[in-house]
C-alpha cells in the first residue's frame, strides 16, 4: 500500500522543548512539503524539498527546520522558537514529473499541543 | 497574504440539494486550480481540478465552474449526500510550490 504515513498522530510538549514530526513516503515521489493547518486560514506552506539534501523556506518557516537525508524522509523539528507551535501538521509529497498537476498527497497529519 | 479567497466558511445543506463553494483569486499567473476534500482527522485529497483553458469540468456529481475574466472559480456538488460532508479547500497553483489554499468550507449534509 503506497502512500504518506506521519507520526506521531497526537503529540503533546511543554513550552521551550522541541519536537520532530517524522514524515516517510513509499511513492517514490521526489518532492515534499510540510504544511501548517490552522482553523479558518487553510494550509501554509512551511518548507518543501525537491531533491535529497536540498530544501526550501515556505511562507512560514521562522521557528521551524526540516532534513532531508533519504528520499523517502522528511522530518519536521518544530523548535522553541516557534512562538505559537499548537497546530495540525500535514506532510505531502508529489511527483516531479507531474509538477504543475497540483495533485499534493497528504498524510493523515500530526497534530501538536503546547501545554 | 491571503491569494485565494473562499467561502462560506460553512455550509449546511440537506440530502439531495446543491452545494456550491466559491473562490476567487488574484494572480493571474496560476494555471492550475484544483479542490480537495478532507474528512476529519485525515489528510486532504484532491477531489477535483481544472485548467484555465476550460470553462467547466465535471466528474460524477463534482462539478468545477471557472470564469477567468472574473478571476473566481467554484465547486458545485449536485444531489449532495451525508458522506459527502467534509471541509472542501480550493487552491491556486503555477507550480506544486507555489500552491496557494483557500481557508476551508466546512460542508455538512443533512439526511
Known amino acids: 500500500d503506497g502512500g504518506i504515513t506521519q507520526s506521531p498522530k497526537y503529540l503533546f510538549r511543554k513550552e521551550g522543548q522541541n519536537v520532530t514530526l517524522s514524515c516517510e513516503q513509499n511513492l517514490n515521489h521526489d518532492a515534499m512539503y510540510w504544511y501548517r493547518q490552522d482553523p479558518g486560514q487553510g494550509l501554509r506552506l512551511i518548507y518543501y524539498s525537491q531533491i535529497v539534501n536540498d530544501f526550501q523556506k515556505g511562507d512560514i518557516a521562522e521557528g521551524y527546520s526540516v532534513s532531508r537525508e533519504k528520499k523517502e524522509s522528511f522530518p519536521l523539528t518544530v523548535t522553541s522558537a516557534q512562538k505559537n507551535p499548537t497546530a495540525f501538521y500535514l506532510c505531502a509529497s508529489s511527483n516531479l514529473a507531474e509538477m504543475n498537476t497540483g495533485e499534493l498527497f497528504f498524510g493523515e497529519g500530526s497534530r501538536l499541543t503546547v501545554l | 497574504q491571503q491569494q485565494v479567497k473562499q467561502s462560506p466558511q460553512s455550509l449546511i445543506v440537506q440530502k439531495g440539494g446543491i452545494s456550491i463553494i466559491n473562490c476567487a483569486y488574484e494572480n493571474t499567473a496560476f494555471d492550475y486550480f484544483p479542490w480537495y476534500q478532507q474528512f476529519p482527522g485525515k489528510g486532504p485529497a484532491l477531489l477535483i481540478a481544472?485548467?484555465?483553458?476550460?470553462s467547466e469540468k465535471k466528474e460524477g456529481r463534482f462539478t468545477i465552474s471557472f470564469n477567468k475574466s472574473a478571476k473566481q472559480f467554484s465547486l458545485h456538488i449536485m444531489d449532495s449526500q451525508p458522506g459527502d460532508s467534509a471541509t472542501y479547500f480550493c487552491a491556486a497553483s503555477r507550480n506544486n510550490n507555489d500552491m496557494r489554499f483557500g481557508a476551508g468550507t466546512r460542508l455538512t449534509v443533512k439526511p
Open positions: 481544472i485548467r484555465p483553458d476550460v
